[in-house]
T-cell receptor, first 114, second 115 residues
Framework: NAGVMQNPRHLVRRRGQEARLRCSPM?????VYWYRQLPEEGLKFMVY????????ESGMPKERFSAEFPKEGPSILRIQQVVRGDSAAYFC????????????FGPGTRLTVL | AQKVTQAQTEISVVEKEDVTLDCVYE???????LFWYKQPPSGELVFLIR??????QNEISGRYSWNFQKSTSSFNFTITASQVVDSAVYFC????????????FGTGTSLTVIP
């Protein structure tokens, strides 16, 4: 009865490199959400995906960030050409449906950009 | 405008004291959902409770209780007889029926329980 899985738990990148964060939702959940938590702040919504579809990306930065949730495999949050300001904890959540359903969070990926 | 406000940034209490964490929210929706999550030092987010806007009954779960008052747009969380293991950052969150997909989180309250 595994929960939401995220890997890696910690990721270190140098400026200009790419970061790939993976998220496997809970069994039976087809809705995935990504949030970013900057130091000393609450979580901010980034994107909501269902299998093969981006439903809401209103919180995604316009450049360098992308997300996907393929038919098979985990959801991927991709950050190209990382900058120091991208250093944060990135949380993935999943739910069995949208809206009122409780979102269950993974342990997060801590990204550090040197 | 901040949809969820947690005015208390940090709270310290001595073990066995009671402590209340405040949460004030703002929404124009008549249907919405409120949540509390706990983030211990290990960093993961642990779901504690969900309430919908039509159910103002207070809830108690062991040492935890929640007071939902629509009249003041508040959803406060009380820990009775606090323990060291309660030390964590606690987040209040709001989900609106109209936007549905995203949760709006407060900035969190860092609780330290001193033995």
């Amino acid at each position: 009865n595994a929960g939401v899985m995220q890997n890696p738990r910690h990721l270190v990148r140098r400026r200009g490199q790419e970061a790939r964060l993976r998220c496997s939702p809970m069994k039976g959940h087809s809705h995935v959400y990504w949030y970013r938590q900057l130091p000393e702040e609450g979580l901010k919504f980034m994107v909501y995906l269902q299998k093969e579809n981006i439903i809401d990306e209103s919180g995604m930065p316009k450049e360098r960030f992308s997300a996907e949730f393929p038919k098979e495999g985990p959801s991927i949050l991709r950050i190209q050409q990382v900058v120091r300001g991208d250093s944060a904890a990135y949380f993935c959540a999943s739910s069995p449906g949208q809206g009122w359903h409780t979102q269950y969070f993974g342990p997060g990926t801590r990204l550090t950009v040197l | 405008a901040q949809k969820v406000t947690q005015a208390q940034t940090e709270i310290s209490v001595v073990e066995k004291e009671d402590v209340t964490l405040d949460c004030v929210y703002e929404t124009r929706d008549t249907t919405y959902y409120l949540f509390w999550y706990k983030q211990p030092p290990s960093g993961e987010l642990v779901f504690l409770i969900r309430r919908n806007s039509f159910d103002e009954q207070n809830e108690i779960s062991g040492r935890y209780s929640w007071n939902f008052q629509k009249s003041t747009s508040s959803f406060n969380f009380t820990i009775t007889a606090s323990q060291v293991v309660d030390s964590a950052v606690y987040f209040c969150a709001l989900s609106e029926a109209s936007t549905g997909n995203q949760f709006y989180f407060g900035t969190g309250t860092s609780l330290t329980v001193i033995p």
